[in-house]
């Protein structure tokens, strides 16, 4: 069974930056959109950011464009987000995700339990 496990978070203040990880088992990584997203305590989730198998494409919220960036290890079946110039608003727990095929854009079946991030102002 797939499996994510993210860390790297924890307390930065406002323009300060973090690398999230996200470490991906049980499953053929190079098949698959693995993508990253958040969620604040009463809010919906949301989408971060998003890196396609094969082509390798990248996505981003508007709200991170610019900021973070998407990147992935196949040695290390790891994919990565590095977040700079953070900002309060990014406060959230960070969830990866499997998406069931190698884009982006169709469903998604497996998550990790999250890491928090919190940006102090």
């Known amino acids: 069974e797939a499996q994510l496990v993210e860390s790297g978070g924890g307390l930065v203040q406002a323009g300060g930056s973090l690398t999230l990880s996200c470490v991906a088992s049980?499953?053929?990584?190079?098949?698959?959109?693995i993508g990253w997203f958040r969620q604040v305590a009463g809010k919906e989730r949301e989408g971060v950011s998003c890196?396609?198998?094969?082509?390798?494409?990248?996505d981003y919220a508007d709200a991170v464009k610019g900021r973070f960036t998407i990147s992935s290890d196949s040695a290390k079946n790891t994919v990565y987000l590095q977040m700079n110039s953070l900002k309060s608003e990014d406060t959230a727990v960070y969830y990866c995700?499997?998406?069931?095929?190698?884009?982006?854009?169709?469903?998604?079946?497996?998550w990790g339990k999250g890491t928090l991030v919190t940006v102090s102002s």
């Open positions: 995700a499997k998406y069931t095929t190698w884009s982006g854009d169709i469903a998604l079946d497996y």
């Open positions: 049980g499953f053929t990584f190079d098949d698959y959109a």
């Open positions: 890196l396609s198998a094969i082509d390798r494409d990248t």
